[in-house]
């Protein structure tokens, strides 16, 4: 498919979808989109990306494995929409959603009293020294902070500011303990704290603030 052809298929999603000017209008929740082999699609993926991070392949190995994803990609390219229609970030039944962006999560509990996920920084995600790298650990505070806001506003709210604390140093491939809440709110502000728990030990904790959004804001 070539970059124009991507473009106009793009444009058509975005003309038949529910966005109007800013985050959708009305998010429709589905365990659907993609089918049912999405998530151990993305697993796969995931997979890829933990050995890509580890793998010291022979130049013969990497031209392969190059010419393999183009196949791939080639294959996506007849696939492809907007973000509005794409099942990443929508699919509720798999961790993070579905979105690979995200450090794989599993939300345990959450509603307006604040979010509680259980969280993996797999191999990926390596900062260095066997532990996760602490822009990973943002990541993840940033997506179930504003999670938080969102359940206790009841629409979207967008990262004013966001900062994590490191107190210690946080794991890989370890079920962790995450937790965000609105401790504070003012009009459209909300005023977020949260913490990540290996057991007892305290790993990092989050202070942040995430503005609700108005109708049709971006």
């Known amino acids: 498919m070539t970059g124009a052809t991507e473009q106009q298929s793009s444009t058509e999603a975005a003309e038949t979808s529910p966005h109007q000017g800013g985050f959708r209008a009305d998010f429709e929740v589905t365990t659907e989109r993609g089918g049912p082999s999405y998530g151990e699609m993305v697993e796969q993926v ?6 890509v991070r580890y793998a010291s392949p ?9 010419e393999d994803l183009k196949k791939l990609n080639a294959k996506l390219d007849t696939t492809l929409v907007d973000e509005w229609t794409s099942p990443s970030g929508t699919r509720i039944d798999l961790p993070s959603r579905g979105n690979i962006t995200l450090p794989p999560y599993e939300v345990r509990n959450g509603g ?3 979010v509680d996920a259980e969280v993996i920084f797999r191999r990926f995600h390596l ?7 602490g822009g990973h650990v943002a990541v993840a505070f940033d997506d179930l902070g504003g999670m938080a806001a969102a359940l206790r506003a009841g629409r979207p709210a967008r990262t004013a500011y966001l900062t994590v604390n490191y107190r210690s140093l946080t794991p890989l491939e370890t079920p962790l303990v995450l937790r ?3 401790h504070e709110h003012d009009g459209r502000k909300n005023f977020v704290r ?3 728990h290996d057991g007892d030990r305290l790993c990092a904790e989050m202070d942040a603030l995430f ?3 108005r109708p049709g804001q971006a």
Do not use: Q, Y
Not at 127 to 133: D, I, L, R, S
């Open 112 to 114: 307006p009293e604040g």
């Open 46 to 51: 995931r997979t890829f990306m933990d050995k």
């Open 194 to 196: 949260g913490t990540l």
């Open 58 to 66: 022979t130049p013969e190995l990497a031209d392969e494995v190059i």
């Open 211 to 213: 503005i609700e959004l």
């Open 180 to 182: 965000t809440w609105v």
């Open 127 to 133: 900062g260095g020294n066997g532990v996760a790298h």
